[in-house]
């Protein structure tokens, strides 16, 4: 397994990546690198959360890319040229400021409307995030939600089959 944190990278490092590693791991097969993005937007910064996330996925065996953002103007900039360049976000919301992280994610949307997006908050207000996330999180994070979270993202969908007049037909989920 492939894991690191890449922290205070932009997005084009993302978008170009691939493991470059020693040639005992270039003749395996490499797994899909996923592409994670982390945007804090608080100046103190959450290391916490960040290695709850790193645990998780060290847990999980999951070949991803870790990297922190400080505002959200510096994750929506590249993301608006390349929407995608990464597989999941990971929004902290700071205690009031709710809507500016519900802004973000209504102005994500007009360009990347697929992208996963989890909140991370300190308080669950309905009214404050009438918007299309994946999911929220609540401070502190707790690792076993988290791990759902990312099975969810990380897993590829299963199709759905349906039989019909005696043959099989394979529906791709995000085709429905």
């Given amino acids: 397994m492939i894991f690191c944190t890449?922290?205070?990278l932009g997005l084009a490092?993302?978008?170009?990546?691939?493991?470059?590693?020693?040639?005992?791991?270039?003749?395996?097969?490499?797994?899909?690198?996923?592409?994670?993005a982390y945007?804090?937007?608080?100046?103190?910064?959450?290391?916490?959360?960040?290695?709850?996330?790193?645990?998780?996925l060290e847990k999980l065996s999951r070949t991803c890319l870790i990297s922190h953002f400080s505002d959200c103007g510096s994750l929506l900039a590249p993301l608006e040229q390349y929407?995608?360049?990464?597989?999941?976000?990971?929004?902290d919301v700071p205690k009031g400021e709710e809507e500016t992280g519900a802004a973000f994610v209504r102005r994500l949307r007009r360009f990347a409307?697929?992208?996963?997006?989890?909140?991370?908050?300190?308080?669950?207000e309905p009214a404050d995030y009438a918007i299309q996330?994946?999911?929220?999180?609540l401070r502190p994070v707790s690792g076993e939600r988290l791990r759902e979270i990312l099975l969810y993202v990380l897993q590829p969908p299963r199709?759905?089959?349906?039989?019909?007049?005696g043959s099989m037909q394979v529906v791709p989920l995000h085709q429905i």
Avoid: W
Wanted: hydrophobic share 35%.
């Fill in 6 to 8: 890449i922290r205070n």
């Fill in 13 to 36: 490092s993302l978008r170009k990546s691939g493991y470059h590693g020693d040639s005992m791991m270039q003749r395996k097969k490499v797994a899909r690198l996923y592409r994670i």
């Fill in 39 to 56: 945007c804090d937007g608080s100046p103190m910064g959450d290391g916490q959360f960040l290695d709850c996330l790193e645990k998780v």
């Fill in 83 to 91: 929407p995608s360049a990464c597989d999941l976000v990971f929004l």
């Fill in 113 to 124: 409307p697929r992208l996963p997006v989890v909140l991370i908050c300190s308080t669950f």
């Fill in 133 to 137: 996330s994946l999911h929220y999180l």
């Fill in 159 to 165: 199709p759905l089959l349906l039989r019909q007049s």
